[in-house]
C-alpha cells in the first residue's frame, strides 16, 4: 500500500491522480489533498477518500473548508505553510506535485527533504531550479518519478538501459490548436482560441503554453535534469496525433517510443505503482485508424521554443526568468491584457535584461521570479506602441 498525498488535487491532473487511486484500493490510499482556492471540490474529495489531512493554499478560505468537512476526521491546514505541512507529511511514502507554476517548488523541495518520493506534474518546479531538486533528491535518496507523459515515455523507454548508450532523447509535441493558422493571424487570436487544444484537456496555463511551444521549452529543460542530457541531445518533433509520447534514440541506432492513448491517467498511475505496471482499464488504440506524422517545428511561429534553448545554454538563474516572465505573460494574455505575441515579446523583454547568476540558492531563485514578474508587468503597463 502507497500513501500518497495530492497537491492541486482539484486539478486536470490532480484529478486524475486521485482516480488512479481510487482504482487501486488495494495499492494507492490518498492521505493528503490540497488546492489553492476550489475548497468546495476538495471537499467533496475529501469526503469521498477520507484523507488524515487537507490544505487550502489561499489565506482566509480555511473557515468554509472547515465548515464544509464537519463531522468528518481531517487536519486541515492553510497558506504556503499549510502545502508544506502536506508534503511532508510523516504517513506519506510519495507526493504528486500537481499545483501551477513556481508553486510547486517549496513543496518538491520540502517532500524529498521528508525523504519521500516525488510524483513530478510541475515542470516549472525543475525550470525555475533543477539543480536545487535534483541534488535533494540525490542527498536524500528519493526518487522524482515524471508524471508528465514525455518525460514518463522516456523514463518508461530507459527502464534496463545502460544511460551510457543514449544518443539523444526526442520530446514530441502536438503543436497545439495554431500549428497552421496563418502568422498574420497570430496577433489577434484570443484567449478562448488558445485555450482549445486538439488533442489534450489540461488546466488553462499549460493549454496556453502547449499554443505558444513554450510548454515543450520548459519540457526539454525539464528533460535535462531528469535524465541528465544536455540540450544539444534533447531533439523537439511535431507530432499532431500525440500518440507516440517521445522517444529515445541509443548509440546502436535502435529508437524506443512510448507509444498510447492520450490519456494522462497512463503516465500518472506509471509513477505511482513504479516499478510495477498495472492493468488501467484504458481503451486500446484502434492501429488501424492510427496514422502517425512528424514534422519539424517552425522558430518563427515558435520562438519561445528557442528562448527555453537559450535559456538552458545561459544556465544559472536564466531559466528561472524564462519560467517567470512566461508564468506573468500567460496570466496576462488570459486576462485579456496583452495579446497572444506580446507573451514572447515579454519573455524576450525579461531575459535580456537579466544576467544569470551560477548555482544560486533557493532565496536567490526566488529574488530573480519576483524581479522577472516585475520585469513584465512593467512591460505590459506601456502602450502596445511602446512595446514595440
Ligand atoms: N493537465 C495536463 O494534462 C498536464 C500534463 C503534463 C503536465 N502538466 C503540469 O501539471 C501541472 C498542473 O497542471 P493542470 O493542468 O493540472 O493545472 P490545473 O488544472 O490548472 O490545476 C492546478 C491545480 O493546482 C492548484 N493550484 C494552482 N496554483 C496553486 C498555488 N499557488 N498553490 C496551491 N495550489 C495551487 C489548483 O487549485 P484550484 O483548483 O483551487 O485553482 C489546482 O488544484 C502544471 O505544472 C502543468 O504544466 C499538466
Not at 57 to 71: C, D, I
Not at 208 to 213: E, G, M, R, Y
Not at 292 to 297: A, G, I, M, S, V
Not at 300 to 314: D, G, N, T, V
Amino acid at each position: 500500500m502507497r500513501r500518497v498525498v495530492v497537491l492541486g488535487s482539484t486539478g486536470s491532473i490532480g484529478r486524475a491522480a486521485l482516480e488512479v487511486i481510487e482504482k487501486l484500493p488495494d495499492h494507492l490510499r490518498a492521505i493528503g489533498l490540497a488546492t489553492r482556492n476550489n475548497v468546495e471540490l476538495l471537499a467533496e474529495q475529501a469526503r469521498r477518500v477520507r484523507p488524515l489531512a487537507v490544505a487550502v493554499a489561499e489565506r482566509g478560505r480555511e473557515g468554509t473548508l472547515r465548515q464544509l468537512l464537519h463531522g468528518l476526521d481531517v487536519e486541515v491546514y492553510a497558506g504556503e505553510e499549510g502545502l508544506l505541512t502536506l508534503a511532508g507529511l510523516d504517513e506519506a511514502d510519495i507526493v504528486v506535485v500537481a499545483t501551477v507554476g513556481i508553486s510547486g517548488l517549496r513543496p518538491t523541495l520540502e517532500a524529498l527533504r521528508k525523504g519521500k518520493d516525488v510524483a513530478l506534474a510541475n515542470k516549472e518546479t525543475l525550470v525555475a531550479a533543477g539543480h536545487l531538486v535534483m541534488a535533494e533528491a540525490r542527498r536524500r535518496g528519493c526518487r522524482i518519478l515524471p508524471v508528465d507523459s514525455e518525460h514518463s515515455a522516456i523514463f518508461q523507454c530507459l527502464v534496463g538501459e545502460d544511460p551510457g548508450m543514449v544518443k539523444r532523447l526526442i520530446l514530441t509535441a502536438s503543436g497545439g490548436p495554431f500549428l497552421r493558422t496563418p502568422l498574420e493571424d497570430l496577433a489577434r487570436v484570443t484567449p478562448e482560441e488558445a485555450l482549445l487544444h486538439p488533442t489534450w484537456n489540461m488546466g488553462r496555463k499549460v493549454t496556453v503554453d502547449s499554443a505558444t511551444l513554450m510548454n515543450k521549452g520548459l519540457e526539454v529543460i525539464e528533460a535535462h535534469w531528469l535524465f541528465g542530457i544536455e540540450a544539444e541531445r534533447i531533439q523537439v518533433v511535431i507530432h499532431p496525433q500525440s500518440l507516440v509520447h517521445s522517444m529515445v534514440e541509443f548509440l546502436d541506432g535502435s529508437i524506443k517510443a512510448q507509444i498510447a492513448a492520450s490519456d494522462m491517467r497512463i503516465p500518472i498511475q506509471y509513477a505511482l505503482t513504479f516499478p510495477k505496471r498495472m492493468a488501467t482499464g484504458i481503451k486500446e488504440l484502434d492501429w488501424r485508424k492510427v496514422t502517425l506524422t512528424f514534422e519539424e517545428p517552425d522558430p518563427a511561429r515558435f520562438p519561445c521554443l528557442s528562448y527555453a534553448y537559450e535559456a538552458l545554454e545561459a544556465g544559472g538563474t536564466m531559466p528561472t526568468v524564462l519560467n517567470a516572465s512566461n508564468e506573468v505573460a500567460v496570466e496576462l494574455f488570459l486576462a485579456g491584457r496583452i495579446g497572444f505575441l506580446d507573451i514572447p515579446r515579454c519573455i524576450r523583454y525579461a531575459m535580456d535584461r537579466h544576467v544569470p547568476v551560477a548555482d544560486p540558492d533557493l532565496e536567490m531563485v526566488m529574488a530573480v521570479d519576483r524581479w522577472a514578474r516585475e520585469q513584465v508587468l512593467s512591460l505590459a503597463s506601456l502602450s502596445p506602441t511602446e512595446r514595440g
